[in-house]
């Protein structure tokens, strides 16, 4: 060592030693606070001594200080291991499970600490040994790490979130300085030799993790912690431990094959290393690996195989975020998939008319065209019973099942495994086919139970999805057939129109003003019928906004047209230019439909009027008439509602539609009448606002021009 690494290294573990000794003694003032509490002084005293004596080794040099640097590295890691056992102990001395698996630990630690005292204890015997105790010391110290990983992760994922807050900083500080020591130790490994720039700042890096553990005892107080060791926490906690062990002898193999190797020894162990990363990696991204693996853990280190809240979860996450009926299939076919590790599957969902099943999704799986009749073998069986079908088992012990047939293409799906029924209220929607798992699974009745109970919600989620997507459809059809309603009203009053011109045109065939006045209709009416064919192809809604309405001339227009067929319409309007807010055909086939309506209920020789006048906030219309008049109860009941009506022929929609539109735009429609008296109508029509106007005018204008 240098002169200036060798004052790092000093400063370095004289920092480390320092933090750690002060944070031991005000641990040591609350000795009695538990007994967690002073396993924690016992690792802070001990990470105290280990960095004095790096320090003493980098100021004199002497091998007894390196010694007792190394054995306190040790001993301080022992410290660590069972502190963390301690935090993962559960509350409950009932949890049989949890007792077992730190037993499991205490063992290992004991047997770590014990072949790390062993190898240290051989160091000064090396030149009579058959083997490099440095190198087992090297690669008891990379377990060391591998195993305070390991017990790092469980703590953090096995933690309840409520106290997770707590242990999150001692967990950060740890791991991180695990990792380091991780990579020190695999670098000597593998290449013979210590890192010496890392090993003069590995006491800088553990000095840091004090503040941490500081910050977690402020928290945590009494370091009681709950715990509840969960699969997936102990799925990875197996694969951190299979690849540290992997690494562990991939180290010993690649320095073996540089020792044996001669000149070629380092080109050999550059090659092993690469093979031996992609394998990992291989292995590490292959889901029959992973399947494997969690079945063994599920298998041999659990009462029940399933974490029950995490595949809930997860489950009805799946299904709760689809938008589409097109891709649920899919998904619900994954969710069901993934609890028996199987790679493939399809969904056969009963059609819309009832009568038969047929595939709805499929994922991983050949499209089929094959359908499945309500009344088979089958279907029978799977709504009769609902009954989670093991293919392997119906071939292997046909008796039972008994009265199940299978049809004939279902022995034609690749790897066919499983059946899933998928019930919904009192009767099946369908059913989920699933292929051969990724690795072997024994189908017992946990695994039957969560299916069955998977299969019911899934088939209630179909279900819902099918009553919406019925009711978007029933919804749309209401929207056309209402629409259509009032096409066909408005082209019964453009007969009645054409009917009452021919019925007229005989017997004023000669008269010039006849003729003028029915070629009008007519252009009026093809023009009327081709906004109604326009309005059918693109929805209700006018293409156009609201814009405004000169209300004088549509009135004028509407009284013009009566006369021609023979009908007074008295009209009294106010000076000036009243616009309001509409659309120009709509607003004019409102007013005159209720003046229209006012002619029908009035006998030649009565009265019908139209009234124009300014309010502050609105134009209004009046259409009153000296007809027959109306019920209150039909006009609070039944005027403008569709379909309702007092003419013979009437159909009910041009009332209704007049309210609905009048409403649309911001208005109002008031009726006052009494039976045998007469009826008054008042449009309440908002004035159009100063800038609509002006474009309206402008418009007006160009057209003219």
Same mark, same amino acid.
């Given at each position: 060592m240098d002169a200036s690494r060798e004052l790092i290294t000093a400063w370095s573990y004289g920092l480390a030693g320092g933090v750690y000794g002060v944070f031991a003694l005000y641990l040591a003032a609350g000795w009695q606070a538990g007994r967690r509490r002073r396993y924690l002084c016992v690792a802070m005293l001990l990470s105290a001594l280990w960095g004095i004596a790096g320090m003493a080794y980098a100021l004199t040099g002497l091998s007894v200080f390196l010694a007792g640097n190394l054995l306190g590295d040790l001993l301080r890691f022992g410290a660590w291991y069972f502190f963390l056992i301690i935090l993962l102990g559960p509350e409950s001395p009932d949890d049989r499970e949890m007792a077992r698996r730190l037993r499991l630990f205490r063992t290992t630690a004991v047997a770590l600490l014990a072949v790390g005292l062993l190898a240290q204890f051989l160091i000064p015997l090396a030149p009579s040994l058959p083997f490099?105790?440095?190198?087992?010391?090297?690669?008891?110290?990379?377990?060391?790490?591998?195993?305070?990983?390991?017990?790092?992760?469980?703590?953090?994922?096995?933690?309840?979130?409520?106290?997770?807050?707590?242990?999150?900083?001692?967990?950060?500080?740890? /791991?991180? +300085?695990?990792?380091?020591? &991780?990579?020190?130790? #695999?670098?000597? =490994? *593998?290449?013979?030799?210590?890192?010496?720039?890392?090993?003069?700042?590995?006491?800088?890096?553990?000095?840091?993790?004090?503040?941490?553990?500081?910050?977690?005892?402020?928290?945590?107080?009494?370091?009681?912690?709950?715990?509840?060791?969960?699969?997936?926490?102990?799925?990875?906690?197996?694969?951190?431990?299979?690849?540290?062990?992997?690494?562990?002898?991939?180290?010993?193999?690649?320095?073996?094959?540089?020792?044996?190797?001669?000149?070629? /020894?380092? +080109?050999?162990?550059?090659? &092993?290393?690469?093979? #031996?990363?992609? =394998? *990992?990696?291989i292995l590490a991204l292959s889901a029959s690996v992973r399947a494997r693996l969690r079945v063994f853990i599920g298998k041999h280190f659990f009462r029940y195989r399933y974490d029950y809240r995490d595949e809930w979860l997860r489950f009805t996450s799946v299904l709760s975020s689809q938008d589409e009926f097109s891709t649920m299939g899919e998904h619900v076919i994954k969710g069901l998939a993934e609890m028996v590790e199987s790679p493939a599957g399809a969904l056969w969902l009963k059609d819309p008319s009832g009568r038969f099943h047929a595939q709805a999704a499929a994922w991983n799986m050949p499209p089929a065209m094959d359908t499945e009749e309500v009344?088979?073998?089958?279907?029978?069986?799977?709504?009769?019973?609902?009954?989670?079908?093991?293919?392997?088992?119906?071939?292997?012990?046909?008796?039972?099942?008994?009265?199940?047939?299978?049809?004939?293409?279902?022995?034609?799906?690749?790897?066919?495994?499983?059946?899933?029924?998928?019930?919904?209220?009192?009767?099946?929607?369908?059913?989920?086919?699933?292929?051969?798992?990724?690795?072997?699974?024994?189908?017992?009745?946990?695994?039957?139970?969560?299916?069955?109970?998977?299969?019911?919600?899934?088939?209630?989620?179909?279900?819902q999805m099918q009553a919406t997507e019925a009711l978007l459809e029933a919804r749309k059809f209401d929207a056309f057939n209402r629409m259509s309603a009032f096409v066909v009203h408005d082209l019964k009053n453009i007969v009645a129109q054409l009917s009452l011109m021919l019925k007229?045109?005989?017997?004023?065939?000669?008269?010039?003003?006849?003729?003028?006045?029915?070629?009008?209709?007519?252009?009026?009416?093809?023009?009327?019928?081709?906004?109604?064919?326009?309005?059918?192809?693109?929805?209700?809604?006018?293409?156009?906004?609201?814009?405004?309405?000169?209300l004088g001339d549509a009135i004028r227009r509407i009284q013009s047209a009566r006369a021609g067929q023979g009908r007074v319409v008295e009209t009294r309007l106010c000076d000036g230019k009243v616009v309001a807010k509409g659309h120009e055909d709509r607003v004019e086939r409102v007013i005159g439909h209720v003046v229209q309506n006012a002619l029908d209920a009035t006998e030649h020789g009565g009265r019908v009027w139209v009234s124009l006048q300014r309010q502050p906030e609105f134009a209004v219309v009046e259409v009153g008439d000296t007809g027959h008049g109306m019920s209150p109860e039909f006009i609070r009941e039944r005027l403008f509602k569709p379909f309702q009506t007092t003419k013979a022929s009437g159909m009910g929609i041009g009332a209704y539609e007049s309210f609905q539109y009048i409403q649309e735009i911001g208005g109002k429609v008031t009726v006052e009448s009494e039976v045998d008296a007469g009826t008054r109508v008042t449009l309440w029509l908002p004035y159009v606002d100063k800038g609509t106007e002006m474009n309206s005018d402008a418009r007006s204008e160009g057209e003219r021009q």
């Open positions: 490099s105790p440095h190198r087992l010391v090297l690669l008891i110290s990379l377990g060391t790490t591998v195993f305070a990983l390991l017990l790092v992760e469980q703590l953090f994922r096995n933690a309840v979130p409520d106290s997770r807050w707590n242990i999150k900083p001692l967990c950060i500080g740890l /791991g991180g +300085a695990v990792l380091f020591d &991780l990579y020190l130790y #695999s670098d000597a =490994l *593998l290449f013979n030799r210590i890192d010496a720039d890392a090993f003069a700042i590995r006491g800088f890096v553990h000095a840091l993790v004090v503040p941490l553990v500081v910050l977690s005892t402020l928290r945590s107080h009494d370091w009681k912690n709950r715990v509840v060791l969960s699969q997936r926490a102990a799925l990875q906690s197996a694969s951190l431990v299979a690849v540290g062990i992997y690494l562990l002898f991939v180290a010993a193999a690649g320095y073996y094959v540089r020792y044996f190797g001669g000149e070629w /020894g380092r +080109a050999f162990q550059l090659a &092993l290393l690469f093979a #031996s990363l992609l =394998l *990992l990696g009344t088979s073998s089958l279907t029978t069986f799977l709504s009769e019973r609902n009954w989670v079908i093991d293919l392997e088992e119906y071939r292997a012990q046909p008796g039972r099942y008994a009265g199940l047939h299978l049809p004939e293409w279902l022995s034609r799906i690749p790897n066919a495994w499983l059946l899933v029924p998928l019930a919904s209220g009192d009767g099946m929607i369908g059913f989920v086919i699933l292929a051969t798992a990724r690795t072997q699974l024994d189908i017992n009745w946990e695994v039957i139970d969560l299916l069955k109970t998977a299969g019911r919600q899934a088939g209630a989620f179909l279900g007229n045109a005989e017997r004023h065939r000669d008269n010039p003003e006849f003729q003028k006045d029915m070629l009008m209709t007519v252009e009026h009416s093809v023009d009327r019928m081709r906004q109604l064919m326009m309005q059918l192809r693109e929805g209700a809604t006018p293409i156009e906004g609201p814009r405004g309405v000169d």
